[in-house]
């Protein structure tokens, strides 16, 4: 029953969304003078792109008995799916980004997938806006936020009582590593988008574990350089999960090497990486997540 209840696609109604906005985003962060502006080309955007991109979702006909590799590939997420939920969350509402991610869901793909192919690379598109001055830094913070609102609704994890106390996350440098920008970064990203954020520049490897250990937190950043900190960092790593207050917490990395190659984050014995700030926010959220369905199936076992 459990995880039927889990797969099922959530009600999600503008009332909802609306409370999720002290979560998600930091007051000082959505309060602008420029509403009526962004709204107007919100509808702009919804009525040149976002509805033919929906009508094309609904309207694609399959060949009968398809093969999963077909399905797989007609269902998928690209570039146009990316972008288009990228100017839909730049807006201030939210309905039409909850149906565009509803209709994908609807036509069979999971939660795992769309944050992978859809959600992930849309904040990691956001970072990109903003890198090439395409849009500011409230901007790329609201629609990553918007983003988190959007995980954390298809996941039921908004309903957790405790949200605002657990949405903590540690970060830190890999001991010995200097170069502390990627750090800054993703912790200003974190704090705009309602995180709480204890940041550690250049603490020791037991600083770190005794950090994890004294306060509770869902999440560890930990940040590398270059292939020398490989060692120190899966070593941290593994004093961060021995020690730490939550026995689930999840820890991303960041830098150039994990850019380069994903894989290697679960080499040091990561669970995560994010190339850029604004998709490290969504990661967060979904390790978050990840957390609480856990803790829900151990209660459930629990019960028997």
């Known amino acids: 029953m459990g995880r039927a209840a889990a797969a099922a696609i959530p009600a999600i109604d503008r009332q909802s969304l609306q409370q999720l906005e002290t979560h998600f985003i930091a007051p000082e962060i959505y309060r602008r003078d420029d509403l009526a502006v962004r709204q107007g080309r919100l509808a702009q955007l919804i009525s040149s792109r976002v509805i033919p991109q929906l009508l094309r979702l609904h309207g694609d006909v399959l060949p009968d008995a398809p093969s999963v590799e077909v399905l797989v590939e007609a269902l998928a997420p690209d570039s146009a799916d990316i972008t288009g939920l990228a100017d839909i969350i730049l807006g201030s509402d939210l309905e039409a980004a909850v149906s565009y991610v509803t209709v994908l869901r609807e036509r069979g793909l999971s939660m795992d997938s769309l944050f992978i192919e859809l959600l992930e690379p849309t904040a990691r598109h956001l970072g990109e806006m903003w890198d090439h001055d395409e849009c500011d830094f409230v901007d790329v913070t609201l629609g990553v936020a918007r983003l988190q609102k959007l995980l954390a609704a298809f996941n039921n994890s908004h309903t957790e009582p405790a949200l605002d106390s657990r949405r903590a996350v ?95 984050a679960l080499e040091v014995g990561a669970d995560e990486t994010a190339s850029n700030a604004p998709a490290a926010v969504l990661v967060a959220q979904k390790l978050f997540d990840v957390a609480i369905v856990q803790r829900e199936r151990a209660d459930e076992r629990g019960t028997h």
Do not use: C, Y
């Open 170 to 264: 540690l970060m830190a440098m890999t001991p010995g590593d200097q170069h502390f920008f990627g750090v800054t970064m993703v912790e200003r990203f974190l704090l705009a988008s309602g995180w709480k954020v204890q940041t550690e520049t250049s603490a020791t490897m037991q600083e770190i574990a005794n950090a994890a250990q004294g306060r509770w937190f869902a999440v560890a950043g930990l940040t590398a350089g270059s292939t020398e900190m490989m060692e120190p960092l899966a070593a941290t790593i593994r004093l961060i999960r021995q020690t730490s207050a939550n026995p689930r917490i999840g820890i991303m990395v960041g830098g150039p090497l994990f850019t380069a190659n994903p894989a290697v």
